[in-house]
């Protein structure tokens, strides 16, 4: 084929041509971080993860090879394709999946990994249903996508992150959730509104403030803080006043309504459209960006002030979907939110065994919902409809740290870096202590609160990786923990406990032998399960050890409270067994909302049981 000669460009030509190369510029630099090299790797190890989760759900059972090797094999729906590969078996039918082991197999041939193909070819092995799977794949594929974008970050190794800063640490952060396969979806955001509000592209954020309708939105706080001490503490007075100046040019004043930060994904994608009539009316007004630069949290829709770190994180509401619900925030679970804090606050102050752990919880100081009446009159409760706007102010840890301290989420104990190696082993081997005892004092910080809490007050928490903020000394020892994400999150399981009306939506109603499910399956099957074989491959402590530490700490926990003797017995952490809860069964089978918040013991998806590693130290 013969090409057209080229004419000589004119200045317009040129400039069009410049702005043309500007845009596939654009276009590309978007999905640089998708290489064919990057994405194998990021598939290599979704097809691992799933392998090993999958197994341990029970929803795949790899037959043994007969080589000796710990290869294991696990066949498709209709038999003809194979995946093999190598794995550890630990404790709480733990599978560690070896990444460079797995191969796939079909008609003698070998085939490259692919994890939508691994998805699509176990679809009925993993239940999952005509409507559920394309939805699962395309979490699946977002996943990967995310992981294949940490690829492309410059490598950070686990000892260099272990001594960094806080907000290094929470970016840092490749897995997510331990236990989901599909646990970064994040349906929703676009390529350009991931680069921005990811937690991993640390890209620092201004929130949208916009006001809203006294008569149609609810403020409620903890006793010692009011609306305007907060709007002081969080905005600059230069602020206040261009806000107000904005609301005078439209003839509103800003007294008559409340000031509430907005995602900026969910100003563009949903107020602005969903809620274009209380636009139009004036009942809501968009006020524009905050000063403050914020950074996005691992749970997403959180954000940390970076320009002023020691005031309050901010939650917001965001309509996107990620591991198994919108996360939307509900305006009527906003109004007792601060009461629900205040009261647990004061309960851990008041609790010498507590107080002796050196647990802090970061209250929910503060919380704003706007009730739009269309919405609310045709919405069913717990429609994502109810949970498009609203925000909670939430205490920064920074104000609680005391010299030489720095806090690091729990969730960076399980961190493994490019190259094998554990930040749990780099916080150990840089304390200067024996590793039994840097566990000791994390387990003194950790799970002590969890039992005594749960043992005395029948209240649990959801104590996983990311909703706890672990304080480490100069030496890099946990000396303490933070609980956050709490009026949504903890539970008093008990119908004889005394609560005040503003805190009876915390009371769970939870059949007695599932109670203790709280610590055996939030503690034990989704923390400790990863993190004794994450210390034991890196030579640091081996499995047998971190069990019976755990053990001692138990043990001890139980002979400093001799008057909650019957509780241990009645609910025994050294049982044989405990019930096998499964949480990717939760998602594979109802992905939009995979457990109703209002009954959530009602939602478990109960699988067999699990040998109890603490029994044999009983």
């Given at each position: ?13 040129q ?28 598939t ?96 699946i ?50 390529i ?23 008569d ?5 706080a ?66 524009g ?26 939650k ?31 309960l ?167 109670k ?36 001692d ?58 040998k ?7």
């Amino acid at each position: 084929m013969t090409l057209p000669s080229t004419p000589l460009p004119t200045q317009q030509t040129q400039q069009s041509q410049q702005s043309q190369q500007s845009q596939q510029s654009q276009l590309n630099d978007a999905v640089s971080h998708l290489t064919p090299e990057r994405w194998a790797r990021a598939t290599r190890l979704l097809v691992r993860k799933a392998l090993a989760e999958f197994s341990h759900e029970r929803l795949l059972r790899p037959t043994p090879l007969d080589d000796g090797e710990n290869r294991y094999a696990v066949r498709s729906d209709d038999g003809a394709t194979e995946y093999r590969f190598t794995a550890r078996r630990f404790a709480l039918d733990h599978w560690q999946v070896d990444a460079d082991s797995v191969t796939r197999h079909r008609d003698g041939a070998e085939l490259p990994l692919d994890a939508l193909a691994f998805i699509t070819e176990l679809r009925t092995t993993l239940g999952l249903g005509e409507e559920i799977l394309p939805v699962y794949l395309e979490e699946i594929s977002s996943t990967l996508a995310s992981t294949a974008f940490k690829l492309a970050a410059p490598e950070v190794a686990a000892a260099q992150l272990a001594a960094a800063g806080f907000q290094d640490i929470e970016s840092g952060m490749t897995e997510g959730h331990p236990c989901f396969v599909a646990n970064n979806g994040r349906l929703g955001f676009d390529i350009a509104e991931y680069r921005a509000y990811a937690p991993e592209a640390a890209a620092p954020v201004r929130l949208v403030w916009v006001a809203a309708r006294r008569d149609r939105a609810t403020f409620t706080a903890c006793s010692d803080l009011g609306y305007d001490k907060l709007l002081l503490t969080e905005l600059s007075a230069a602020t206040l006043r261009r806000f107000s100046a904005a609301m005078t040019e439209q003839g509103l004043e800003l007294d008559d309504y409340y000031l509430l930060p907005v995602h900026p994904w969910q100003w563009w994608n949903k107020l602005s459209v969903t809620f274009a009539a209380e636009i139009a009316q004036r009942n809501l007004v968009c006020l524009g960006h905050g000063d403050d630069e914020h950074l996005a949290q691992q749970s997403i829709r959180t954000f940390f002030n970076a320009t002023n770190p020691a005031k309050h994180y901010v939650k917001t509401a965001l309509s996107v979907l990620n591991m198994g619900f919108v996360r939307g925030l509900s305006a009527a679970y906003m109004e007792a939110t601060p009461a629900i804090n205040d009261w647990l606050a004061e309960l851990v102050a008041d609790d010498e065994i507590l107080r002796d752990t050196g647990l802090g919880v970061l209250r929910e100081r503060a919380a704003v919902g706007y009730h739009p009446a269309p919405y609310e009159a045709a919405a069913p409760k717990g429609s994502p409809y109810l949970k498009m706007l609203a925000a909670l102010w939430r205490e920064s840890p920074i104000p609680f740290l005391n010299e030489g301290e720095k806090p690091a989420t729990m969730a960076s104990l399980l961190h493994i870096d490019r190259d094998g190696n554990s930040l749990a082993a780099a916080l150990i081997e840089g304390s200067g202590l024996e590793p039994t005892e840097w566990l000791r004092s994390y387990l003194h910080a950790y799970l002590t609160p969890l039992l005594h809490s749960f043992y005395a007050y029948d209240l649990v928490f959801m104590p996983h990786g990311e909703n706890v903020i672990l304080v480490l000394d100069e030496h890099g020892v946990p000396r303490r923990a933070l609980f956050k994400d709490l009026a949504e999150e903890i539970a008093v399981m008990s119908q004889d406990a005394e609560l005040p009306p503003e805190v009876e939506r915390i009371r769970a109603d939870v059949p007695e032998d599932m109670k203790i499910l709280s610590l055996f399956t939030d503690v034990f099957d989704c923390f400790f399960r990863f993190l004794a074989p994450t210390l034991d491959a890196a030579g640091v402590l081996d499995e047998a050890t971190f069990w019976s530490t755990v053990a001692d700490v138990v043990k001890s926990y139980q002979k400093s409270t001799p008057h909650l003797a019957a509780r241990h017995a009645r609910y025994d952490l050294f049982a044989d067994e405990f019930a096998l809860s499964c949480l990717n069964r939760l998602q594979l089978r109802n992905n939009q909302q995979m457990v109703d918040l209002q009954d959530p013991a009602g939602a478990l998806q109960l699988t067999g049981t699990l040998k109890n590693p603490l029994a044999p130290h009983r």
